[in-house]
Each structure stands twice: as structure tokens, then as C-alpha cells.
């Protein structure tokens, strides 16, 4: 059985090889390759839909905040952060600061109807103890005419604080 095996196989090789002999004995006999002209008027440009990519554009509507002082009271606080105006969108990227005696933390974009659109829970490093610094990397869309918001719990029984900075971009909606 073994020695039929080792025969398909060559077999197989044998006709694989022969193709490939066959195709390039073809490819001497195509036609010399000539030159495209294209003749579209400057009122009629070569469109370039999907090749360009304009790699900077976070950078041209830049969002970022100055750290912004947060009292955080014995219960939860929403702090308004801004409201998107009208065709736009905000990419919220990175978040860092401070707490103390707080025991939650999170951004969230919320609408009008009321409800949340969506919510960022930050790690225990922004306030896993007095001092303690976070600083991470996040992605929370907020869409125009909703509200970017800060949440901090505190059920700690003593006066809490953040101080947080958050960074991102605008992008234009049609």
C-alpha cells in the first residue's frame, strides 16, 4: 500500500511540474507590454476614491481637558464635562489624573431620552488609595447633541476629590 501511495505522489509532482513547464513556455509569446494613456480633463479628474488616507486627522480637531478639579460627595456625582455640538463626534482616547477616598470611576456620553449611550470604567490605579495616579488608554464615542459626563462613587463616609485630564478628537459627521 505504501508503494502505491509514493506513486500517486509522484505522479501528482510529475503533472504539477509539467504545467508549470507548459505555463512558462507561454509567457515568452504574450504581447510587449505598452504604456496607458490617459486623457481626463481637469474638469474630469482620475478620481482616487479609497487610496487616499489621511493618517493626521486626529490631530487637526485635538480635544483635551486641563485636569479638572472633581469633588466627589458621599454619594454618586455626575460632572458634566461638554456637550458635542451639532455633526460631530468626540473619540475620547486617554484618560489620567488622581482620586482619593472614592470608590468608583467612570466617563460616560448620555443622551437626552435619558440613557446611557456609553460607559468607560476606569482601573482601581486612579484611586486605589490617597494619591494614587491612573493613566490609561480608553475609547468611549460620544455623538452630537449627547453630554461626555465624569461618575464617581464615593460610599467611603469621608470627602473625596479627582482630579482628572482627558484627551481626544473631533470628527466631522456628514
Not at 504545467?19 to 510587449?32: I, K, V
Not at 464635562?81 to 489620567?96: C, F, G, M
Amino acid at each position: 500500500m505504501n508503494k502505491r501511495i509514493i506513486a500517486n505522489r509522484f505522479g501528482l509532482i510529475a503533472l504539477m511540474s509539467l504545467s508549470l513547464f507548459a505555463s512558462t513556455a507561454f509567457a515568452g509569446n504574450a504581447p510587449a507590454a505598452t504604456p496607458v494613456i490617459i486623457t481626463n480633463t481637469p474638469a474630469q479628474p482620475v478620481p482616487m476614491v479609497g487610496l487616499v488616507k489621511d493618517s493626521d486627522a486626529p490631530a487637526r480637531k485635538p480635544f483635551q481637558t486641563a485636569p479638572m478639579y472633581i469633588p466627589a460627595q458621599l454619594a454618586a456625582t455626575f460632572y458634566d464635562v461638554l456637550t458635542i455640538p451639532a455633526n460631530q463626534r468626540l473619540v475620547i482616547e486617554h484618560v489620567s489624573g488622581t482620586c482619593a477616598n472614592i470608590t468608583g470611576l467612570s466617563l460616560a456620553s448620555y443622551n437626552q431620552v435619558p440613557t446611557w449611550t456609553g460607559v468607560v470604567f476606569l482601573a482601581r490605579d486612579f484611586y486605589a488609595g490617597a494619591g494614587a495616579v491612573g493613566s490609561t488608554p480608553v475609547r468611549l464615542y460620544a455623538n452630537a447633541g449627547e453630554t461626555l459626563k465624569i461618575d464617581i462613587t464615593n460610599q467611603t463616609g469621608l470627602f473625596g476629590y479627582c482630579y482628572l485630564a482627558i484627551s481626544g478628537y473631533f470628527v466631522n459627521l456628514p
